[in-house]
């Protein structure tokens, strides 16, 4: 998979230093991955999953939420949101990433 947008979330790894070997893990696992689908992606991450066409990964033992926009066919993964799980709540509620 092509993960596009990821030093943008550089700066979050930043903020959130506790995070950044955690986004480097998920990403060395990503670009490797030939998904076809979510079961797929299940198999490695069993927390995954779609929310109004997007995957949301749980990482950090649900620390952190990464929201993603996958195409299968093209083999991409475009990185929308990195958050914290407080940040994730509250915009959840809100209707803003969904």
């Not at 979330?9 to 990403?27: A, E, I, T, Y």
Request: glycine share 6%; hydrophobic share 35%; with cysteine.
């Amino acid at each position: 998979m092509h993960v596009i947008r990821y030093k943008q979330f550089r700066d979050f790894g930043k903020k959130h230093s506790d995070n950044c070997g955690v986004l480097d893990d998920w990403l060395k696992v990503a670009s490797r991955a030939n998904w076809s689908n979510l079961s797929g992606i299940q198999s490695v991450f069993p927390q995954a999953e779609v929310i109004n066409h997007f995957t949301v990964f749980s990482l950090k033992g649900k620390q952190y939420r990464l929201i993603v926009s996958i195409n299968y066919e093209g083999q991409l993964i475009y990185l929308k949101h990195l958050l914290t799980h407080a940040e994730y709540k509250e915009q959840q509620q809100n209707g803003s990433y969904f």
